[in-house]
C-alpha cells in the first residue's frame, strides 16, 4: 500500500523557516516526479514546488520562487520543502504528491498518490 507521510508543519513567527518532509512508502518514486501543493483555509489547493525524478530540474509557483526550495533523496524514497523567509500568507495545510511521470507538472490531476498534510502557521 502506497503511503506519503509530511512532517515539520508547526507554528512559526513571520520570517521564520521550516523544512518540510514527505516519507514515501510502498513503492519506489524514485522514477517519478515529486511535488508540494497548499491549501489556506477557505481557499483551494494550489500547486508550491515540484522536482523531477532525478533531483536536477525544479519548478515553482511564482509566489514561492526564490524562498522555497525544493530537494529530494531517492536513496530515502523522501522529498523535502525547504521554506525560508515565511509570510503570514504562506499559512495552509501542506501537500505532497507523487508524479505520473518522471518530470513534474503545476496541475493536481497529474499526481497520483497524496500525503495527509502537515499544517504550517505562519504568525505576523
Known amino acids: 500500500q502506497v503511503q506519503l507521510v509530511e512532517s515539520g508543519g508547526g507554528l512559526v513567527q513571520a520570517g521564520g523557516s521550516l523544512r518540510l518532509s514527505c516519507a514515501a512508502s510502498g513503492r519506489t518514486f524514485s522514477s517519478y516526479a515529486m511535488g508540494w501543493f497548499r491549501q489556506a483555509p477557505g481557499k483551494e489547493r494550489e500547486f508550491v514546488a515540484t522536482i523531477n525524478w532525478s533531483g536536477e530540474s525544479t519548478y515553482y509557483a511564482d509566489s514561492v520562487e526564490g524562498r522555497f526550495t525544493i530537494t529530494r533523496d531517492n536513496a530515502k524514497n523522501t522529498v523535502y520543502l525547504r521554506i525560508n523567509t515565511l509570510k503570514p500568507e504562506d499559512t495552509g495545510v501542506y501537500y505532497c504528491?507523487?508524479?505520473?511521470?518522471?518530470?513534474?507538472?503545476?496541475?493536481?490531476?497529474?499526481?497520483?498518490?497524496w500525503g495527509q498534510g502537515t499544517q504550517v502557521t505562519v504568525s505576523s
Open positions: 504528491a507523487v508524479g505520473r511521470r518522471p518530470y513534474g507538472s503545476i496541475s493536481a490531476r497529474e499526481y497520483d498518490f
